[in-house]
């Protein structure tokens, strides 16, 4: 079974903070697919970021970067210089085999000015 | 290039009785997935299509909810009789099948059912 542990429920930072979002997963397979998804409070779900388990190069865009280290199962998400438009719910998903998604729980990032 | 189209964005029904969600998929997709979203949690999927085929409809709760893509494009999610506890966002989202596949996402319709 494939499992997402997000296990910050809400983090507050002050805007210009650099912020780090955690991401644990669990899975048997060799080939799997990670991914970051932003959801505004809009509700819409956006699509940050896709990376497969072979390629454990971290990536950079912008004032966002992510982490992702197989030794530790985890892929995490870093916001450098965040920004009030960086207020969202991040979630951290994994595919398998098959194209479901398993989401973790989110975590609610709120940044004040 | 237009995204996920869902409608109606909110839905406010009595319970025991039904309601229909509609979702367009981004132009050339050939696989469509609806999922529930409560509150303070991630997405879970509820159906994957590919093409008009439902390949993936374990989680669907088969005795209140239906759904169908007739002509592999558009989707409909039906729930009949709504219950309380169904209020909750339903998320369409659409992909191109493939080792690269991702999943975009529609703006959600809000149900609440009173």
Same mark, same amino acid.
């Given at each position: 079974?494939?499992?997402?542990?997000?296990?910050?429920?809400?983090?507050?930072?002050?805007?210009?903070?650099?912020?780090?979002?955690?991401?644990?997963?669990?899975?048997?397979?060799?080939?799997?697919?990670?991914?970051?998804?932003?959801?505004?409070?809009?509700?819409?779900?956006?699509?940050?970021?896709?990376?497969?388990?072979?390629?454990? +190069?971290?990536?950079? =865009?912008?004032? &966002?970067?992510?982490?992702?280290?197989? @030794?530790? %199962?985890?892929?995490? *998400?870093?916001?450098?210089?965040? +920004?009030?438009?960086? =207020?969202?719910? &991040?979630?951290?998903?994994?595919?398998? @085999?098959? %194209?479901?998604?398993? *989401?973790?729980?989110?975590?609610?990032?709120?940044?004040?000015? | 290039?237009?995204?996920?189209?869902?409608?109606?964005?909110?839905?406010?029904?009595?319970?025991?009785?039904?309601?229909?969600?509609?979702?367009?998929?981004?132009?050339?997709?050939?696989?469509?997935?609806?999922?529930?979203?409560?509150?303070?949690?991630?997405?879970?999927?509820?159906?994957?299509?590919?093409?008009?085929?439902?390949?993936?409809?374990?989680?669907?709760?088969?005795?209140?909810?239906?759904?169908?893509?007739?002509?592999?494009?558009?989707?409909?999610?039906?729930?009949?009789?709504?219950?309380?506890?169904?209020?909750?966002?339903?998320?369409?989202?659409?992909?191109?099948?493939?080792?690269?596949?991702?999943?975009?996402?529609?703006?959600?319709?809000?149900?609440?059912?009173?």
């Amino acid at each position: 079974a494939q499992k997402v542990t997000q296990a910050q429920t809400e983090i507050s930072v002050v805007e210009k903070e650099d912020v780090t979002l955690d991401c644990v997963y669990e899975t048997r397979d060799t080939t799997y697919y990670l991914f970051w998804y932003k959801q505004p409070p809009s509700g819409e779900l956006v699509f940050l970021i896709r990376r497969n388990s072979f390629d454990e +190069q971290n990536e950079i =865009s912008g004032r &966002y970067s992510w982490n992702f280290q197989k @030794s530790t %199962s985890s892929f995490n *998400f870093t916001i450098t210089a965040s +920004q009030v438009v960086d =207020s969202a719910v &991040y979630f951290c998903a994994l595919r398998t @085999s098959g %194209s479901r998604l398993t *989401f973790g729980e989110g975590t609610q990032l709120t940044v004040n000015p | 290039e237009a995204g996920v189209v869902q409608s109606p964005r909110y839905k406010i029904i009595e319970k025991k009785q039904p309601v229909a969600f509609w979702c367009n998929p981004i132009s050339g997709h050939n696989t469509l997935y609806w999922y529930l979203q409560n509150l303070g949690q991630g997405p879970e999927l509820l159906i994957r299509y590919e093409n008009e085929e439902a390949v993936d409809d374990s989680q669907l709760p088969k005795d209140r909810f239906s759904a169908e893509r007739l002509k592999g494009v558009d989707s409909t999610l039906k729930i009949q009789p709504a219950e309380l506890g169904d209020s909750a966002v339903y998320l369409c989202a659409s992909s191109f099948t493939g080792p690269k596949e991702t999943q975009y996402f529609g703006p959600g319709t809000r149900l609440l059912v009173l």
